[in-house]
């Protein structure tokens, strides 16, 4: 069997041009055999070539799959730089993750929020000095900008950010409360202000709450008892009831709705009895019900926790039970000075001959809380059956 030198193919001894590739043949015999060596060792050539590009096509590879956990591992120091707050030497360690790496949108991602995070860094200042000069309002939007900012980024990192920015929010708040609470607000200001309090999830916060809310009580107390005393009992009782609504739990003031409503139907019914009592002439010992039915047994004032305590006890020498008995009482300096006067009733409501009661009154007032002060009953009034 005999083989064309040049394409390989097999060709017959007495052919002289092959007819697959058209070229002329040798006429010794003998070397249309060795050129199906020659044919095979072609295939050497291209198995070369693809084994070599495979080769190349490996270190390729392996370059950029070391590239990308170089890259992989400088954005896992970037992050945890950035959780203690370094936020500049974070961008530049995940600038050198996206340089060895382009294609990780994680670290594009990262190198975004802490290029926001640097400039709400240096915003943390200005906002200091807003709180300092008393801008709360202007503070707290520069706060809720830097929320919106970051609202579509999440993370333990972004938690973090987002925690600050809320304890930031909440000292402003506290500082502007503080402020409005120092300038003697009304009722309906300490009722916002508790409010407020109340949404505040902070140890300032509880505390400012109970202070406000011991100011609205006495406010409350002393606005009430003076309605009652120009004998207007349904706005007493809707300004008590009012109150309650943000401090249940005042037992003076639960008290207080008790004694405007039964002083109100004590006062309707002694309106009636005047009517009958200006027809027949007092009985002595009517008289002395009302006039001297009431022995003072003490009165004292204590201090504590900044607020002053007016502390008094007093005995019915009356023989019939007195109803609604109403202490007014003054606050004196060491010059014997009055410094204010108070009215506050006693507990409990009914006084029975010869029993004792106690009235008790907490003020708050800045003028006379860490001074020497005492106390002294003017004047006690009562309603009889």
């Known amino acids: 069997m005999y083989f064309c030198p040049h394409c390989g193919n097999e060709v ?36 070369t070539a693809v084994l070599v590009g495979c080769l190349l096509l490996t270190i390729v590879y392996g370059i950029v799959l070391h590239k990308r956990d170089q890259a992989l591992e400088l954005y896992e120091e970037a992050s945890q730089i950035a959780l203690v707050g ?16 382009s294609s990780f949108p994680q670290a594009e991602e990262l190198k975004a929020f802490l290029t926001i995070a640097i400039e709400m860094e240096q915003s943390f200042a200005d906002i200091a000095s807003m709180r300092e000069e008393g801008q709360y309002s202007q503070a707290i939007e520069t706060l809720i900008a830097h929320d919106r900012n970051i609202e579509n980024y999440n993370g333990e990192l972004v938690s973090k950010v987002k925690d600050k920015i809320n304890v930031l929010k909440t000292e402003t708040r506290m500082d502007e409360i503080s402020s409005i609470y120092e300038s003697n607000p009304d009722i309906n200001q300490l009722k916002v202000l508790l409010w407020e309090l109340e949404r505040l999830n902070s140890e300032k916060a509880e505390e ?36 309650l609504n943000f401090v249940q739990d005042s037992d003076s003031l639960i008290n207080l709705r008790k004694t405007i409503e039964k002083e109100q139907l004590a006062f309707e019914n002694q309106q009636q009895q005047r009517i ?22 003490s009165i004292n004032t204590e201090t504590e926790d900044e607020k002053l305590k007016v502390i008094g006890e007093i005995e019915s020498v009356a023989t019939v039970p007195l109803h609604s008995v109403l202490v007014h009482y003054e606050i004196l300096d060491d010059q014997q000075n009055v410094l204010l006067t108070n009215e506050v009733y006693i507990q409990p409501e009914t006084l029975y001959p010869r029993e004792t009661g106690n009235f008790e009154f907490i003020h708050v007032d800045a003028e006379i809380v860490g001074k020497r002060v005492s106390a002294k009953i003017k004047e006690i009034t009562w309603y009889l059956e």
């Open 86 to 101: 370094d936020y500049d030497q974070a961008k530049s360690v995940v600038e050198e993750a996206i340089n060895n790496y």
């Open 276 to 297: 009958e009592q200006a027809l027949s002439a007092y009985e002595s010992e009517e008289t002395h019900n009302k006039e001297y039915g009431i022995e003072v047994i």
């Open 12 to 47: 017959e001894s007495e052919e002289k041009f092959c007819v697959t590739c058209g070229s002329r043949l040798p006429s010794n015999l003998n070397e249309r055999f060795s050129n199906n060596k020659s044919k095979s060792k072609r295939w050497i050539y291209p198995i």
């Open 208 to 243: 400012l709450h109970l202070d406000v809310k011991d100011k609205l009580v006495s406010l409350t107390y002393q606005e009430g008892t003076a309605l009652i005393q120009k004998f207007q009992f349904s706005q007493a009782l809707r300004l008590v009831e009012e109150t």
